[in-house]
């Protein structure tokens, strides 16, 4: 009479072999052939040595756990394929637009009023914003007096301290605050234009390309406007 597990064994090497060597063909040829060989010694096994049982059920355990990781593998491609078309759609609906993000720099059209916003933890009795050239020369201070904690917003009509329309460019906004123990600085929330976007590799995170900024992640990222 067969050996149960003897068959079992080599029903489940026979699989193996062809699962690691070959395509999607030659691995349903391996079940096929696990499965007929299972039939046969099912059909032969040795009634006097029913402690072969204890192997024989271990060796299907273990053809179970093959079959059940090639299938998870299936699924998590299928799902990184999903979360990969779902980014380049959400990149294709960002490009072009203006997002609000973290930082002290913005580029700035100076034809038009600027619009920006700081963040104030604690209530001021004092909150100014400073304005930079790309020079590092102060242009300009927005004065919001007293306020409140909480987003403050503030505006700059693109002009100098003496009335001169400034050129069109990059601009750095210092917000500060004013409290008894003296000023602290705060950051400020500023609107870029989304030039392009890089897909995230491997399940890193979506970088948008900001015109005049740089890349900035996705998570990084308050609003999202026209």
Known sequence: MSSVSGVGSSALDQYQINNDSSGTASNELGKNQFLELLVAQLNNQNPLEPQANGEFIAQLAQFSQVEGIEKLNTSMGSLLTGYQSSQALQASSLVGHTVIVPTDKAVVDTSETFKGSLVLPVTSSNVYVNIYDSKGS?????????????????????????????????????????????????????????????????????????????????SQVQMIGQ
Do not use: I
Request: hydrophobic share 35%; charged share 15%.
């Open 138 to 218: 102060v242009v300009n201070r927005v004065n919001l007096g007293e306020q409140a904690a909480g987003q403050v917003s503030f505006m700059w009509d693109g002009k100098d301290s003496s009335g001169n329309v400034m050129t069109p460019g990059t601009y750095k906004f210092e917000a500060q605050a004013t409290y008894a123990d003296g000023t602290k600085g705060l950051y400020t929330l500023l609107p870029a234009n989304v030039d392009s976007v890089t897909l995230g590799q491997n399940g890193s995170e979506m970088q948008l390309n900001l015109a005049g900024l740089g890349s900035v992640s996705l």
